[in-house]
Nanobody, 127 residues
Framework: VQLQASGGGLVKTGDSLSLSCVVSGGAFSSGVLGWFRQAPGKEREFVVAISWSDGSTFSADSGKGRFATSRDNTQNTMYLQMNNLKPEDTAVYYC?????????????????????WGQGTEVTVSS
């Protein structure tokens, strides 16, 4: 299984940005996808998880009201729409996958729950 994240860039405070993660190379319809981020010098942080089969989501408090994830089954792609970006959102954003989904989405709020990772896409928010 391969994951390819894209869409990062340099934006200003208050701007929006949409990240994509294309999944390929395996059967993952029963899996859970996640977005994590890692700022320089900090631990990898959970952002949001989504069930591939039914599209239900679970978000970290840091992104609630600003970040939303979705998936397109026909394109094998997961998206992260980020609105009202802040400088503290600056990080490398990673997409991840675990197969199959065996627990409630809250279980997947730590990086060790995921077996597959994309390479990351960098988001920089200037003040």
């Amino acid at each position: 299984v391969q994951l390819q994240a894209s869409g990062g860039g340099l934006v200003k405070t208050g701007d929006s940005l949409s990240l994509s993660c294309v999944v390929s190379g395996g059967a993952f319809s029963s899996g859970v996808l996640g977005w994590f981020r890692q700022a320089p010098g900090k631990e990898r942080e959970f952002v949001v998880a989504i069930s591939w089969s039914d599209g239900s989501t679970f978000s970290a408090d840091s992104g609630k009201g600003r970040f939303a994830t979705s998936r397109d089954n026909t394109q094998n792609t997961m998206y992260l729409q980020m609105n009202n970006l802040k400088p503290e959102d600056t990080a490398v954003y990673y997409c991840s996958l675990d197969i199959p989904k065996l627990r409630a989405l809250e279980y997947y709020s730590t990086s060790d729950r995921f077996d597959y990772w994309g390479q990351g896409t960098e988001v920089t928010v200037s003040s």
